[in-house]
């Protein structure tokens, strides 16, 4: 039996070509749409608001259309072969998420537009400088280090700042981010560098308890470290939503890097410990607690903003009162944590269904690039990255319907922050790399995709 020979690269070109016209044609075709989407959810809310068009309506679709055609430009001339949903539906977040800033304060959304520029920045720039993503692999150790620096940053006595019960700022000068966005991107490659390495000593099922084989107990080190520096963050920063979404992030990809359940029922224990042990001893997490289980126990003090984003989820029924309706003001910080409160009042039901349903795509894409990658630490890279987006998203959306106690994080894409707005972006940017180096690096890229 004779072997069959690889196909020449000449022989592959005319596959490769083919992909990477009807990928780009896709994504055109998408962002077209969503730019009608976006910029008819605009004047419909203005209507609403005002009862006319505003005046700035031609302003702002140049910019919202020339921000979308940069950034597809960069992905059509540097990652051609990438997945063609990403852009489009991560546009299309940002674009409702505007909307409703602008709904809920002009100031803000002049700031969430600047924003978006410097994100679709990043996002370009990410893509020019990281060619091959192989090459952040070699530089675990170091993005770990930053990661965790980052983490820390708040606890600096002069640069920290105290804002809403969470040290989770950082100012210089006029400047002022949260560095704990930046620093699950670092940590996400540090985990999938340092899981590469390790994984097949944390595979192997050495130790036996009764029946069941698990891996040595002094594998389990990793885990217990993301435990610890998951509660420091809870202790001393008060920061509810990034220790559970850093410690999320590492047990999924120690899990997918394994493949051992055994980790996955070690991070739930670990995890139920630290919850009932926080609990116990720290005030603002009986508080949180509080308030999930009985907000009504005090509906005029710490209550009330989940009383009144139950209410304004309720207002909007199926349909919701329409763009540009709703009652503006009424819920505490309802551009950032109660933003998707906002959604439901005035698009009911079907429009947070769609907001939810996007997020779904999102993290189908990255788990099916995930899939595609031809190498371990583009496979766990992706995998990390999708789940920072996934859970993040999930995180903000339970706590505001109460399936989960409020932690503050931000939904992606669609809450006022500048820092997640920029950090995201270049999680996306990194997964649309992750995505055309695997379709080009594949002997078949029919079969990559």
Do not use: C
């Amino acid at each position: 039996m004779t072997a069959t020979a690889p196909p020449s690269p000449s022989a592959r070109t005319p596959d490769l070509r083919a992909i990477v016209t009807r990928r780009r044609t896709t994504e055109l075709g998408l962002l077209v749409l969503v730019a009608i989407v976006v910029v008819s959810a605009y004047a419909l809310a203005s209507l609403g608001r005002n009862a006319s068009l505003p005046a700035n309506i031609g302003p702002f679709l140049g910019v919202i259309l020339g921000l979308i055609l940069v950034a597809h430009l960069v992905v059509r001339r540097w990652a051609g072969a990438a997945d063609p949903l990403l852009l489009p539906l991560v546009a299309l977040l940002n674009g409702i998420g505007f909307v409703f800033i602008a709904r809920l304060d002009e100031q803000l959304a002049a700031l969430q537009a600047t924003w978006t520029g410097v994100g679709i920045a990043a996002f370009v720039v990410t893509l020019l400088v990281v060619r091959d993503i192989r090459v952040l692999q070699r530089y675990r150790y170091t993005f770990g280090l930053i990661g965790v620096v980052l983490l820390l940053l708040p606890l600096l006595p002069v640069f920290g700042r105290n804002i809403n019960g969470a040290r989770i700022w950082v100012a210089f000068g006029p400047v002022s981010f949260q560095p704990g966005e930046f620093a699950k991107i670092a940590l996400a490659i540090f985990f999938a560098g340092y899981l590469v390495e390790r994984r097949e000593v944390l595979g192997v099922a050495t130790f036996k308890v009764g029946p069941i084989n698990t891996p040595d107990p002094r594998q389990f080190g990793p885990i217990l470290a993301a435990w610890a520096v998951s509660l420091l963050v809870v202790i001393f920063e008060r920061d509810l939503g990034s220790a559970l979404l850093f410690f999320l992030l590492f047990v999924v990809v120690l899990w997918v890097a394994t493949g051992r359940a055994a980790y996955l029922a070690a991070g739930g224990v670990l995890f139920g410990l630290g919850a009932v042990a926080s609990w116990a001893f720290f005030s603002h997490v009986q508080q949180r607690v509080s308030i999930w289980i009985n907000p009504w126990a005090d509906p005029q003090g710490s209550g009330y903003q989940i009383i009144q984003g139950a209410y304004a989820l309720a207002w909007g029924g199926t349909t919701g009162v329409g763009p540009g309706l709703g009652i503006v003001g009424r819920i505490p910080f309802d551009e950032t944590d109660f933003i998707i409160a906002i959604i439901g009042e005035e698009l009911g039901l079907l429009g947070t269904t769609a907001v939810l349903v996007t997020f779904l795509l999102i993290a189908g894409s990255g788990l099916r690039i995930a899939r595609s990658a031809g190498a371990t630490f583009g496979t766990l890279l992706a995998v990390g990255l999708t789940a920072l987006i996934a859970f993040q998203a999930f995180i903000i959306m339970a706590g505001v319907t109460r399936l989960l106690p409020l932690t503050g994080v931000t939904l992606p894409f669609i809450s006022y922050g500048g820092s997640s707005l920029v950090a995201n972006y270049v999680l996306i940017a990194l997964l649309l790399r992750i995505s055309d180096q695997s379709v080009r690096r594949s002997p078949d890229p029919l079969a990559a995709l």
